[in-house]
């Protein structure tokens, strides 16, 4: 008795994390987007992202809305986005890895792609630090966090 409660009580919490990993919020945006409740796992490389994700990624207009209509709260390793209608979502500091594979900014700043290319070799990505929140361009090769929308 003591095996089978023990089995069940793993069952429903790796399906209670599968749920979570699959789970989007409505922040009220006006534009209406769902953001993932999680990052996908990893860092991936501009091209890497558009070609796992493709049209999951967030556009460079809707990065600039959520950073426009959300209210973001620095919480020590990343920022609580919480949106129009008082529901939230968790971006993690997780840094990124350079174009020669070095770890930079580990725990003190996000990056995460957007879909919107700006030339052969840059595309944007949303960053933030405990001071900031900006959408710049960057060189493609570089890997970033991925939050994907619909």
Same mark, same amino acid.
């Given at each position: 008795? *003591? *095996?089978?409660?023990?089995?069940?009580?793993?069952? /429903?919490?790796?399906?209670?994390?599968?749920?979570?990993?699959?789970?989007?919020?409505?922040?009220?945006?006006?534009?209406?987007?769902?953001? *993932?409740?999680?990052?996908?796992?990893?860092?991936?490389?501009?091209?890497?992202?558009?070609?796992? /994700?493709?049209?999951?990624?967030?556009?460079?207009?809707?990065?600039?809305?959520?950073?426009?209509?959300?209210?973001?709260?620095?919480?020590?390793? %990343?920022?609580?986005?919480?949106?129009?209608?008082?529901?939230?979502?968790?971006?993690?500091?997780?840094?990124?890895?350079?174009?020669?594979?070095?770890?930079?900014?580990?725990?003190?700043? %996000?990056?995460?792609?957007?879909?919107?290319?700006?030339? /052969?070799?840059?595309?944007?990505?949303?960053? /933030?630090?405990?001071?900031?929140?900006?959408?710049?361009?960057?060189?493609?090769?570089?890997?970033?966090?991925?939050?994907?929308?619909?």
């Amino acid at each position: 008795m *003591k *095996k089978l409660f023990s089995f069940c009580l793993i069952c /429903f919490m790796a399906l209670s994390a599968s749920a979570q990993q699959m789970e989007f919020v409505d922040l009220g945006l006006p534009s209406g987007t769902l953001w *993932k409740a999680v990052d996908e796992p990893g860092l991936y490389t501009y091209d890497e992202a558009t070609s796992q /994700f493709g049209n999951q990624l967030p556009t460079n207009t809707i990065m600039e809305e959520l950073k426009r209509e959300c209210v973001w709260s620095w919480n020590g390793n %990343g920022y609580h986005v919480t949106g129009p209608n008082g529901n939230f979502i968790t971006l993690p500091a997780s840094g990124y890895r350079d174009c020669n594979g070095n770890d930079i900014y580990m725990g003190l700043g %996000g990056y995460y792609w957007s879909s919107t290319s700006t030339d /052969f070799d840059a595309a944007n990505y949303i960053f /933030f630090d405990a001071s900031k929140v900006s959408v710049y361009s960057v060189n493609r090769c570089n890997s970033f966090s991925v939050r994907i929308v619909k």
